[in-house]
């Protein structure tokens, strides 16, 4: 029986909800979280798949929505690349187990419906290819309108395409046709999550804070609506979470990935290989490399221009901090290198914010990805009869709580797998972990005296949240 449905909304700010009266109602009756972060890099199957593990994207293998893997350029919003990776992973996309898994285990079942990339839906529960639950995507556009997986949910839905239903963003409501109508009468998920990918493509067009993006709010926020009225029709008693997989920002200046290689010194430059993820930059080597030649390409990209705070491991490239500090001290095999945030304050003290492109592709007005608090923080809402009403919290929380937290609604062990912590001081049962409050915690790594580069984080019941990462380029 659904218990649990997790929306996620794909770009939203936690600043914007109050442009959505809807989602604004349901977090005064439950339970908003004031300082929500994304997990880093605030990229959205980095977060899809840290919500499907409660693991860092550090230890998932997904560092981006691009990433580089044995030689093979692997874009993750495709199910076909992630079969690819998953053939190269030794037949498992993601190395730890995920809810959908530990769900199966003790009888349960996740499903996931999305309108964002069906590479993004497929992240929320890999398991579906083997039987566990399922995943069921309409991206609105290119060939693979309709995708769905295991099988037999396939077959199903054959010829089911999204219909074309008048008003903005019609697969929305086509989802929550489905969701009533097919997925909860007949594959009976105990957790269902849903996943809207329209904002974010607006936002990248258009950017922030402009009529077309309040347009789009407005438009969501009403079939979000929609969405939690049917579902609450059938389910009256289960509990609602809303979140974001990462912030926005507008875009200053565009970057391309031929740009960015060019201050390696040859022949470094041909051995490694950057990796455009918008307001961020991922770092493949190309071949093993020794400690000197690491440390060579990392100077390097911390002299160049464009580069904001950087993480590498290993190093002793001044300016730069851990990406284990940053990610996960559990890391997946997954060759990282490196990952830049492409944003940093100039010597006019004035933000510029950097998104990576390749081969000249359009330059977007918005984007994310970067350690800017903008692309960082998100919105997370709790409503229904597990949780507080009317409460609003500072604590820290980010993606890797939500499925900590979720198995503790149902009453499930969390998985030793599971890095986050459940947010106990939003339900009603839980004592809370209200009484320590959060420890700062600041990281600050010099290149000189005018070049400084700070992470803030925050210590609070056994985790360690990574809030923001600034550089001062003076
Ligand atoms: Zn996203």
């Known amino acids: 029986m659904l218990s649990t449905l997790l929306v996620v909304i794909d770009g939203l700010r936690a600043t914007d909800v109050p442009k959505m009266p809807f989602l604004a109602e349901l977090a005064r009756c439950g339970v908003s979280y004031g300082q929500a972060r994304s997990v880093a890099p605030s990229l959205t199957r980095p977060a899809a798949a840290s919500l499907a593990t409660g693991a860092a994207p550090g230890a998932t293998g997904i560092a981006g929505n691009r990433l580089w893997a044995d030689g093979h350029p692997i874009d993750t919003g495709r199910p076909d690349h992630l079969e690819l990776l998953r053939s190269l992973r030794g037949n498992r996309l993601l190395p730890v187990p995920t809810l959908g898994e530990h769900l199966a285990d003790h009888g349960r079942k996740l499903v996931a419906v999305g309108t964002g990339s069906n590479g993004c839906t497929l992240l929320l529960n890999p398991g579906a290819v083997d039987g566990h639950g399922a995943v069921i995507g309409a991206h609105p556009s290119g060939h693979d309108a309709f995708y769905a997986r295991p099988e037999s949910v396939r077959r199903r839905l054959a010829?089911?395409?999204?219909?074309?239903?008048?008003?903005?963003?019609?697969?929305?409501?086509?989802?929550?046709?489905?969701?009533?109508?097919?997925?909860?009468?007949?594959?009976?998920?105990?957790?269902?999550?849903?996943?809207?990918?329209?904002?974010?493509?607006?936002?990248?067009?258009?950017g922030v804070d402009c009529p077309a993006g309040d347009d789009a709010l407005s438009a969501i926020d009403r079939r979000l609506r929609r969405l939690i009225d049917r579902v609450r029709e059938q389910a009256p008693h289960i509990?609602?979470?809303?979140?974001?997989?990462?912030?926005?920002?507008?875009?200053?200046?565009?970057?391309?990935?031929?740009?960015?290689?060019?201050?390696?010194?040859?022949?470094?430059?041909?051995?490694?290989?950057?990796?455009?993820?918008?307001?961020?930059?991922l770092v493949y080597p190309r071949r093993r490399l020794r400690t000197g030649e690491a440390n060579a390409v990392l100077d390097a990209i911390?002299?160049?221009?464009?580069?904001?705070?950087?993480?590498?491991?290993?190093?002793?490239?001044?300016?730069?901090?851990?990406?284990?500090?940053?990610?996960?001290?559990?890391?997946?095999?997954?060759?990282?290198?490196?990952?830049?945030?492409?944003?940093?304050?100039?010597?006019?003290?004035?933000?510029?914010?950097?998104?990576?492109?390749?081969?000249?592709?359009?330059?977007?007005?918005g984007g994310h990805g970067s350690t800017s608090s903008a692309d960082m923080r998100i919105p997370l809402v709790l409503n229904g009869p597990s949780c507080r009403t009317g409460h609003e919290t500072q604590h820290p929380a980010d993606h890797l709580d939500i499925p900590a937290t979720i198995c503790r609604l149902m009453g499930l062990p969390i998985p030793p797998s599971m890095?986050?912590?459940?947010?106990?001081?939003?339900?009603?049962?839980?004592?809370?972990?209200?009484?320590?409050?959060?420890?700062?915690?600041?990281?600050?790594?010099?290149?000189?005296?005018?070049?400084?580069?700070?992470?803030?984080?925050?210590?609070?019941?056994?985790?360690?949240?990574?809030?923001?990462?600034?550089?001062?380029?003076t």
């Open 159 to 206: 010829g089911n395409t999204p219909r074309a239903a008048g008003g903005q963003f019609p697969e929305l409501d086509w989802a929550t046709d489905l969701i009533v109508d097919y997925v909860m009468p007949e594959l009976t998920p105990d957790v269902l999550v849903v996943w809207s990918g329209e904002l974010d493509e607006v936002q990248h067009g258009h």
């Open 239 to 281: 509990d609602v979470i809303v979140t974001a997989d990462h912030g926005f920002s507008n875009a200053t200046h565009a970057l391309d990935v031929a740009e960015m290689t060019s201050p390696i010194p040859p022949p470094l430059s041909g051995d490694v290989q950057l990796v455009h993820n918008n307001g961020g930059l």
């Open 302 to 365: 911390m002299s160049a221009g464009w580069s904001g705070p950087t993480f590498a491991d290993g190093g002793t490239v001044p300016g730069v901090l851990s990406l284990a500090d940053l990610c996960s001290a559990q890391r997946a095999d997954d060759g990282l290198l490196a990952y830049v945030s492409l944003t940093y304050y100039d010597r006019h003290g004035d933000i510029r914010v950097g998104h990576s492109t390749q081969n000249g592709d359009a330059h977007l007005a």
């Open 419 to 473: 890095s986050g912590r459940v947010l106990s001081e939003a339900s009603l049962r839980g004592a809370g972990n209200g009484s320590e409050p959060p420890k700062n915690r600041r990281v600050v790594a010099e290149r000189s005296a005018s070049d400084v580069t700070t992470a803030h984080f925050q210590e609070f019941s056994g985790r360690q949240y990574f809030l923001t990462a600034e550089r001062h380029r």
